[in-house]
C-alpha cells in the first residue's frame, strides 16, 4: 500500500509542477493523488478525444492518478492541455 500511495502521488506532484510550468495552478490539495485545476474544466472533451481522461467538476478539470498511471500519461495530459 505504501509503494502505491507514493507512485500515486510522485504522478500527482509531477502534474501539479507542470501545470506550474503552464501557468497554471491547481486547487491546493497536498498528500493527494486528485489534482483540481480551475477553469480547465471546460477541455475534458478535448482531452477524451485525445485519449486522455479527466472529468470538469464545476468548472475544475480534475485528474485522478493510480497504480496503473504512468508518468508518460501525466506527459501526455500536460501536452494536451499546453496546446
Do not use: K
Not at 500500500?1 to 495552478?25: C, I, Q, T
Not at 500519461?73 to 492541455?81: A, H, P, Q
Request: net charge negative.
Amino acid at each position: 500500500m505504501d509503494a502505491v500511495r507514493a507512485h500515486d502521488l510522485a504522478l500527482a506532484d509531477r502534474f501539479r509542477a507542470g501545470l506550474a510550468s503552464l501557468g497554471h495552478e491547481p486547487v491546493p490539495s497536498p498528500g493527494s493523488p486528485i489534482v483540481s485545476v480551475p477553469g480547465l474544466g471546460s477541455r475534458q472533451a478535448e482531452l477524451s478525444s485525445a485519449g486522455v481522461e479527466g472529468s470538469d467538476r464545476a468548472g475544475n478539470l480534475r485528474a485522478a492518478f493510480h497504480l496503473y498511471n504512468t508518468p508518460a500519461d501525466v506527459d501526455r495530459l500536460l501536452d494536451v492541455l499546453s496546446a
